[in-house]
């Protein structure tokens, strides 16, 4: 049996120093998509460097993941669990 994964991932702009925070069902395809410039929300902050991903099994999990890191306590709790790799890509909100 194949298990299908759904992603929740996180770009790290180098032009505007900010995160996105996205989810997928084809991490491959959709990384693409945004270092290309196909993708609108990511087109004009390009260019982007890939911090963080995670993999989940359930879809609805995967999408309450990517809510919950949207909301203020999930992007605090982000920032604290990638505070290293923040701190070395000069993230200008790390407080």
Excluded: C, W
């Excluded at 032009?15 to 084809?26: A, F, H, V």
């Excluded at 990511?42 to 460097?49: D, E, G, V, Y």
């Excluded at 879809?59 to 923040?86: H, V, W």
């Amino acid at each position: 049996m194949k298990i299908k994964f759904f992603y929740v991932y996180i770009l790290f702009s180098l032009k505007d120093l900010k995160l996105y925070i996205g989810y997928t069902e084809n991490l491959k395809k959709r990384l693409g998509e945004h270092f290309n410039g196909a993708s609108i929300a990511t087109k004009n902050r390009r260019p982007l460097r890939l911090i963080y991903y995670e993999a989940l099994t359930d879809q609805k999990d995967a999408k309450a993941r990517e809510i919950f890191l949207k909301s203020g306590f999930g992007r605090s709790q982000l920032k604290k669990m990638l505070q290293n790799k923040l701190i070395e890509l000069s993230y200008k909100d790390l407080l």
